[in-house]
């Protein structure tokens, strides 16, 4: 068998079923063998950047809990392709990145897109090294399935996280054999079980303490037995707080979940990790600086703390105070509930209201409005239309930081961000990677502003091809919001390289992507205008849709670096 077409068999074997990318002269064997011998179950998704392809893929494997794999052709491909994987490995997302290179024979010797290091050329091993758990430069058969099952182990166990193999054009012909059960009995094993010291130790402090805190990360959802975690939760009524990553990993409408941690944290959320929570259990969070809140503090101050994750490393708090449960954490829950079995507990009511940061303008900034619409009003009407089931995906920025604080998630849903190299344009892409391969009746809603719209807007198109019920909604304020409050707060409100001298019509970029038949298009100025959108589209016939919200005054968003002690809170959301 060819290594081309090796790939596309491990690939069907492990239920990969798309591959996203752009073809090219160096990576256009394996897309042959996709037509070949893909046969329905793994298929070829055209973005239209290798950027968007890496973006697509990642966000696929954190919605679907599986492999993502991309790739693109040597020179302008790969080095597109590696800016969405270093998200992946910032955040361990499970993603293989197959990258086509040149001929070996012409490697260092002046080859086109030549990326040997020699020279003046790239060297894309080192580089691709810097950015993923495995990497490796294929030269030989003999070496081929041994660094194939790395990558692919690499990428899914322990600690997940991105692996790249660099391909030069010649060796994709190059004829490997059959897979090796070797190969897939490595592939099939489970995770290494968690000490049951360690978990019933984690047990009996939860008997003594008196208040203690779930704390949710994204590493819930990735780990072996995400069911397992929130039925614990729920049997057990412990108060459960999410970071901005993990928010829909507990049911929002739940009566022991409290909401968010971290940057974009709840005030009352908060206020309970420092005066009432006596016993912290993190569970899959490195708790960065996105996710910490208040909790780096009162951990460094005394407050027990036990920390569940697949790697202790990962955490970035370091105290004598926090003990250390290494494991897959949805093993070590399936353990807890073993335990819960034979010694019950069950924690007592819980005294909290919610509250959150009171929206508030940005003085200085009045002249950009396009309407009177806020933001803060527009994110409460789009909470009251969502789908039923699906995805909502949000984009760096102010739309974010205000629909993570202010919003719930349905119960169907999940949510995702990417917050570890916090790209601008990542929901656009992603999406679609959300969409493909969820039941039929899911939908995928894309919060996203303007300016980052403009980064990867294009990939609307892919949506279009797809025929996918995505709805990018466009928060317009015809600006980097973001930076403007940055600058006001930061730098006496001298405002540089923030905003759009010539407005973009959105719906009319949209609808040149697109007709009629293919694409649903908006506009809202006001609260009655986007009630009536969010109807039309979502009683509409399934298509890609976009909708463009012009916006008022600028919000200061509920970001915790931009709040202080004057700061208003509310028991009410904003109507």
Not at 238 to 257: D, K, L, Q
Not at 292 to 312: F, H, M, V, W
Not at 364 to 387: D, F, W
Not at 437 to 445: C, H, Q
Request: charged share 20%; proline share 6%; hydrophobic share 40%.
């Amino acid at each position: 068998m060819k290594l081309c077409d090796a790939i596309v068999e491990t690939l069907k074997l492990l239920d990969v079923r798309y591959l996203f990318g752009i073809s090219g002269a160096n990576i256009e064997h394996l897309h042959d063998a996709v037509h070949r011998r893909g046969e329905g179950r793994l298929v070829s998704v055209l973005s239209k950047t290798e950027t968007g392809a890496a973006f697509m893929a990642d966000c696929h494997a954190r919605v679907h809990r599986k492999l993502g794999v991309c790739c693109a052709t040597s020179g302008g491909g790969m080095m597109n392709l590696i800016v969405g994987v270093a998200e992946s490995y910032a955040e361990s997302v499970p993603v293989l990145a197959l990258v086509g290179q040149p001929p070996s024979v012409q490697a260092g010797c002046g080859a086109f897109q030549d990326s040997s290091g020699q020279g003046r050329s790239i060297d894309a091993l080192a580089m691709w090294r810097a950015a993923t758990k495995y990497c490796a430069l294929i030269d030989t058969a003999e070496q081929w399935w041994e660094q194939f099952t790395r990558a692919l182990c690499e990428s899914l166990s322990g600690r997940p996280g991105p692996s790249a193999l660099l391909i030069p054009r010649d060796k994709f012909e190059m004829e490997v054999g059959e897979i090796p059960n070797e190969c897939l009995n490595l592939l099939c094993r489970l995770p290494a079980s968690p000490a049951l010291e360690n978990i019933h130790a984690l047990f009996s402090e939860l008997h003594r303490a008196s208040k203690p805190v779930l704390i949710f990360g994204q590493g819930v959802r990735r780990s072996f037995s995400p069911e397992s975690i929130a039925h614990f939760a729920e049997l057990t009524g412990i108060p459960v707080v999410v970071t901005p990553s993990a928010r829909a990993e507990y049911p929002n409408n739940a009566r022991n979940f409290l909401g968010i941690c971290g940057i974009v944290g709840l005030p009352s959320v908060h206020e309970y990790l420092e005066e009432q929570a006596d016993l912290y259990i993190l569970v899959g969070t490195s708790l960065d600086m996105m996710s910490r809140g208040p909790l780096n503090k009162c951990i460094e101050a005394g407050r027990k703390t036990y920390s569940i994750n697949i790697d202790p490393d990962s955490v970035h708090i370091k105290s004598s105070y926090v003990t250390e449960v290494t494991g897959d954490a949805g093993m070590v829950f399936e353990q807890l509930l073993r335990f819960q079995e034979s010694k019950p507990y069950h924690h007592g009511p819980i005294n909290y209201r919610k509250r959150w940061v009171k929206p508030k303008c940005v003085a200085g900034l009045e002249h950009h409005a396009r309407s009177k619409l806020l933001l803060s009003e527009a994110i409460n009407v789009i909470s009251q239309n969502m789908p039923e089931r699906g995805h909502i995906v949000l984009d760096a920025g102010n739309c974010a930081a205000t629909a993570l604080h202010l919003s719930d998630v349905p119960k169907s849903m999940s949510s995702t961000i990417a917050l570890g190299m916090g790209g601008m344009g990542y929901s656009i892409a992603g999406a679609i990677g959300a969409q493909l391969g969820s039941p039929s009746g899911t939908k995928t809603i894309v919060f996203v502003g303007d300016a980052a719209f403009l980064m990867t807007g294009f990939e609307l198109n892919t949506a279009i091809e797809l025929k996918l019920p995505i709805l990018f909604i466009i928060f317009n304020n015809n600006m980097h919001g973001m930076c403007a409050v940055r600058q006001q707060i930061y730098f006496d409100s001298r405002y540089e390289c923030i905003n759009y001298t010539s407005p973009v019509d959105f719906p009319a970029l949209a609808r040149s992507l697109g007709g009629k038949n293919q694409l649903w298009s908006g506009h809202a100025d006001t609260k009655m205008e986007l009630e009536q959108c969010m109807k039309d589209y979502y009683n509409g016939p399934g298509f890609p849709g976009l909708l463009e919200i012009n916006l008022g005054p600028e919000e200061i968003p509920p970001f915790l670096p931009f709040l202080n002690s004057k700061t208003e809170t509310t028991e009410h959301l904003p109507t």
